[in-house]
């Protein structure tokens, strides 16, 4: 007699003679109901019952699932105790019916939340880190540092101390050792009558980040430009980047100190710059870890005998 390897309604011709009732195979099934894990609303192939829980996983306990519902595992293991050779098992299940597990790793805030953001890189086995705003951050407290999988939970041991904390428009080109000076500028457009400070970027064509010069309509500035010129690149404001001069141009092509770290519009602005030193400045100088080529914030401490008018 044919062999069925798929449950299905099957036409089989017989002779019309009289013949004994067959039996007929039951080696091929198909179960439908709740399981404890795998792919859903699929029909799987089962071969046999280490092979079901590899899939679809151990016996449901009737106390969490519905009674009634929990025991399509029991029926695979007597299918195959029974001589059972395949069975497709398709798992079901109503996903909005299901509770999300939590569980409350801290004890809620009490208060209202505060939130800091570090700075510098805090290294592994580091014992401090410097925050932008420590501001509600008091010795006792217990902090949470990082989300997700990457967390950690710590106490703060003492008050944090002050940290005077630069956040700068764009990344620090050069690196800097600490100790090295960090004054007060002032930078305005130079517009000094009778001379020749501005200019702009070809109107077919802008500059790209990274770019180490930039070509003008019109190079001639009066007096000529020199290395050491800081120029405006960019209308003012958010836009505008400063970038050091490297030597005069050639022809209408601009050396500069650093490449750019921002890219320019066709016809966009360069002004070159008056850099004035305000009386009695306040003396900064760089933290005890320096800064590094990329940084876009810096740690300062007051200069050790100087002091701001």
């Not at 859903?40 to 519905?66: C, H, K, M």
């Not at 930078?187 to 180490?212: K, W």
């Not at 209408?252 to 750019?260: A, F, I, M």
């Amino acid at each position: 007699m044919p062999e069925y390897l798929a449950p299905a309604v099957y036409v089989e011709e017989v002779d019309t003679g009289s013949k004994p009732i067959e039996g007929v195979s039951t080696s091929t099934a198909g179960v439908v109901g709740m399981t404890e894990r795998g792919p859903v609303n699929v029909p799987i192939l089962v071969t046999s019952a280490g092979e079901f829980q590899r899939w679809f996983g151990q016996y449901l306990d009737s106390d969490v699932f519905d009674a009634g519902r929990c025991y399509l595992p029991h029926a695979i293991d007597g299918f195959f105790t029974n001589g059972g050779k395949r069975v497709y098992v398709t798992r079901v299940l109503d996903p909005t019916a299901a509770a999300p597990a939590n569980r409350q790793l801290v004890a809620p805030d009490t208060a209202a939340t505060v939130n800091a953001q570090l700075v510098l890189p805090a290294p592994a086995a580091a014992t401090n880190v410097v925050v932008a705003d420590a501001g509600g951050l008091v010795a006792n407290a217990t902090v949470e540092i990082g989300s997700g999988t990457g967390a950690e939970f710590r106490t703060i041991t003492a008050a944090p101390a002050n940290a005077n904390v630069l956040a700068i428009g764009l990344p620090l080109a050069f690196g800097h050792q600490a100790g090295q000076s960090i004054e007060l500028r002032t930078v305005t457009d130079n517009n000094t009558v009778g001379e020749t400070h501005a200019s702009n970027l070809p109107a077919a064509s802008g500059v790209a980040a990274g770019s180490p010069s930039v070509a003008l309509q019109n190079a001639v500035f009066n007096p000529v430009l020199a290395g050491g010129d800081l120029l405006r690149v960019g209308a003012a404001g958010a836009d505008a980047e400063y970038v050091v001069v490297a030597g005069p141009p050639v022809g209408s092509v601009v050396p500069l100190r650093t490449p750019l770290a921002l890219p320019h519009a066709a016809g966009a602005q360069v002004h070159r710059q008056t850099v004035v030193v305000p009386l009695g400045p306040v003396i900064n100088h760089v933290g005890p870890d320096g800064t590094s080529a990329g940084d876009s914030v810096v740690a300062a401490g007051l200069e050790p005998g100087r002091q701001g008018s």
